[in-house]
């Protein structure tokens, strides 16, 4: 497919919303305490008994960092108190202990992510035994052909972690930069040098790391068009295999330390989207490949393959190549999503401690899909991360008239078609160039749970 992208300023300004990221659909607002452990115990027993199980991809979550970064929106602990982490770790060992015999030991593990948080927050002993812990539960991949990524703070490593993670079986790695500006890093407390950060790259190559990503974002307080532009060419010149261009969701209300932030300083709408057209120029004239949604590869990175294949998926940790695992999650906050069901752990670190003393699954909420979710999901799938839409294909998986079925959605579509973002054919949707950039508007045409006047408080914008 061609993967070419239009930057139109006005149509983005235009179509700017509030809205879901699509990592889940139905998202987590949808979730609700119906679905605890016994519900959670009937779709695992399930999931092993159908003719072909899934394999599975497990996500732990380390919620632990050593000082708060004022923009952050991710479940975390702050805490400069190394020792908070053994009780938590105590816990998790508990709850892999609960989870690993409930999943037929034939069920391989084909991916695994460590996020947080700040993973490398623990030592190198307790992430050695935690691995050996899940290794010990799990029918972990010895051959490397897993996905196995883990989450980087570069302040918070040692010399020698990049070479322990590697012996641990860690074959990807995702590093957190946001923005190597000064006064960028001082106004979000989180200094940074590009040294230390190189460092750890470097690490990762020498250790054969087989994809790294960086994560940046745009929108943060001081940035401008010029203090971006530096960071984007230093980051061209390390060449990650993936960049991860994120929106600054500035949401106050709801994450209390994004208060810290001078609204003053961030940079105004307008000089926020030229930020965001000036990095996308940059990267694909460098050659990267715009995969989707605040996503870029190069062009030989297994994501923009599998783009190209046809084969590209959706997940909590965004894009991902393995189509057909059950995702089991870890630790506070943690998803998982098991046939089709979706269920998210308690959130607090005293309530998992407690869930788990009682030996219990520490699920606490979830959701069950019905037959219109599935059909819904697969329609925004397809079309977030393929850029297109056969409707063939949906009316065999789901015995449905496309064109009947989703009458007022298509009647909805017409405006964008007007305004060239996407083509309605025959037999299929088109995302035209102009409206890659905002594929989450055309999928939330999709979402039935979706209210665009209501969701300010619930959603970031799309851009
Ligand atoms: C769990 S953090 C990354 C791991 C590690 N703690 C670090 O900071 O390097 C995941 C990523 O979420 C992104 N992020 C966090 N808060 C955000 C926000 N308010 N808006 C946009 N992106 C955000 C950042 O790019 C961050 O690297
Ligand atoms: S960005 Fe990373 S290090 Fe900073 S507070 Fe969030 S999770 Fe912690």
Redesign the pocket.
């Known amino acids: 497919m061609e993967q070419t992208i239009v930057f139109n300023k006005e149509l983005i300004s235009r179509y700017n919303l509030f809205g879901p990221r699509y990592t889940s659909y139905p998202t987590a607002t949808q979730f609700d305490e119906n679905f605890g452990i016994k519900e959670y115990h009937e779709v695992v027993t399930d999931s092993n008994e159908i003719l072909l199980p899934k394999p599975l991809s497990l996500y732990f979550h380390l919620p632990f ?1 050593n000082t708060v ?1 004022f ?4 479940n ?1 602990v702050i805490t400069a108190n190394r020792n908070r982490a053994a009780p938590y770790l105590k816990d998790l060992h508990k709850e892999i202990s609960l989870q690993g015999p409930l999943f037929d030991r034939d069920r391989v593990v084909k991916q695994l992510h460590w ?4 993973p490398t927050f623990i030592s190198h002993d307790q992430m050695s035994d935690l691995m050996r812990h899940i290794r010990d539960n799990f029918a972990l991949l010895d051959d490397d052909t897993g996905e196995y990524s883990i ?3 570069p302040r918070e490593i040692k010399p020698e972690t990049v070479s322990l993670l590697r012996n641990l079986g860690f074959n990807r790695m ?3 930069i ?1 923005d190597f500006d000064i006064s960028v890093q001082k106004a979000v407390n989180r200094e940074q040098s590009y040294e230390q950060t190189r460092q750890v790259f470097d690490e990762a190559r020498k250790r054969n790391f087989h994809s790294i990503n960086v ?3 745009y929108g943060l307080p001081k940035q401008t068009v010029r203090t971006f532009c530096n960071t984007i060419n230093k980051i061209i010149e390390m060449s990650p295999d993936r960049i ?1 261009i ?5 949401m106050p209300r709801l ?1 209390k330390t ?1 208060r810290q932030i001078n609204e003053e300083d961030l940079p105004e709408p307008g000089e926020k989207l030229e930020i965001l057209g000036e990095s996308i120029k940059s990267l694909t004239d460098a050659g990267y490949i715009y995969i989707g949604m605040d996503h870029f590869a190069k062009p030989d990175d297994e994501l923009a393959v599998a783009q190209r294949k046809g084969n590209l998926y959706r997940n909590f940790q965004g894009y991902s190549t393995n189509a057909d695992c059950d995702v089991i999650g870890f630790g506070v906050t943690a998803i998982s999503k098991i046939s089709n069901s979706y269920s998210q752990n308690i959130r607090t670190i005293d309530d998992y401690k407690e869930r788990l003393e009682g030996n219990n699954i520490p699920v606490y909420r979830g959701y069950k899909l019905n037959h219109d979710d599935e059909l819904r999901r697969k329609v925004i799938t397809q079309l977030i991360c393929h850029f297109q839409l056969d409707f063939d294909e949906i009316e065999d998986l789901f015995r449905i008239e496309f064109k009947d079925y989703f009458s007022s959605e298509i009647k909805l579509l017409a405006d964008m078609e007007k305004d060239e973002l996407l083509k309605i054919e025959e037999n299929r949707i088109i995302v035209l160039p102009a409206g890659r950039f905002l594929i989450r508007n055309i999928c939330s045409t999709f979402d039935k749970y979706y209210d665009k006047k209501s969701n300010k408080n619930t959603y ?1 914008k799309m851009i």
């Open positions: 960092c970064c923009y952050c929106a991710c975390k996020g947080g948080g700040t989450e980087i703070d995702s590093i957190g946001q994560d940046l974002i991860a994120y929106n600054y969701a500035h994450f994004q970031s």
